[in-house]
């Protein structure tokens, strides 16, 4: 029953997170490995659980659809799509240890993306101009990292797109989602078939963080933009110092 009561609540946190800032995936992941389940078969029901949220903000920015900067929006979906399959088809095939090596570094990653990936998104710009070819090819990788993992993925896209001048955070809120979805969509699919999701686990979290997502964007009308940033960089630079010490301890 405290199982129950730690998935629901973290589920609940993770949907308002996403709607605040992102990076839900900080809270419902950890949840799910201290409920029990093993780290590989927690990120894949994580994913599987905060998705229809993703979804949902997809199809809201359905009018906000188009390409960024001097590359349609087409080539940067598929792009994003094949990356989605190797990234999911890598995390079933690698062993699990190899995800558990893996985990803490790729939760600083997503931490230094939170906090600082429009800072030396901007710090890149100002010394170079990326060929939209390749930003395709980092957008592949990104498309990778959103199958495997995908923590602040959408940031870390944002970030590279303003190496092609695109600065219109707002214009970029319709792709970004629509990619990290992209990604998140065959990933899910993926795991599904594989039979690699957790369902009583991912049931209970579907439900609560689409609650969250939903108390998250009420609140975040209310709530100071710095409280939100500031406050979400402590809890993702907290969790990602306990999984340090988990692994390295």
């Known amino acids: 029953m405290e199982a129950l009561w730690l998935l629901a609540g973290a589920g609940f946190a993770a949907g308002a997170m996403n709607a605040l800032a992102g990076g839900g995936s900080f809270i419902s992941l950890p949840a799910l490995i201290a409920a029990g389940v093993p780290p590989v078969l927690a990120n894949t029901t994580s994913t599987v659980a905060l998705y229809p949220g993703s979804a949902a903000s997809a199809w809201a920015y359905r009018d906000m659809l188009g390409g960024v900067g001097p590359v ?3 080539p940067l979906l598929i792009v994003t799509v094949l990356g989605g399959v190797v990234g999911a088809l890598l995390l079933l095939a690698m062993p699990s ?9 790729l939760l600083l ?6 906090g600082y990936g429009r800072r030396i998104g901007e710090w890149v710009r100002v010394r170079c101009r990326l060929r939209p070819a390749v930003v395709l090819c980092l957008q592949f990788c990104l498309g990778i990292y959103g199958g495997y993992f995908g923590g602040a993925v959408g940031i870390m896209m944002v970030a590279v797109w303003g190496l092609l001048g695109a600065h219109d955070l707002k214009r970029m809120s319709g792709p970004r989602v629509l990619m990290v979805t992209a990604a998140n969509t065959m990933a899910v ?7 690699a999701v957790d369902w009583p686990a991912a049931a209970v979290m579907l439900v609560t963080a689409s609650l969250g997502g939903y108390a998250g964007a009420l609140a ?3 709530i100071p933009g ?5 406050g979400t960089l402590a809890l993702t630079a907290g969790i990602t110092i306990v999984f340090f010490a988990r692994a390295y301890g």
């Open 72 to 74: 349609p929006l087409r």
């Open 97 to 105: 240890r190899s995800f558990d090596a893996a985990l803490p570094w």
């Open 109 to 114: 990653a997503a931490t230094l993306a939170l």
């Open 189 to 195: 699919l993926i795991f599904v078939v594989a039979g």
């Open 220 to 222: 975040g009308r209310r």
């Open 226 to 230: 710095p409280v939100v940033r500031y």
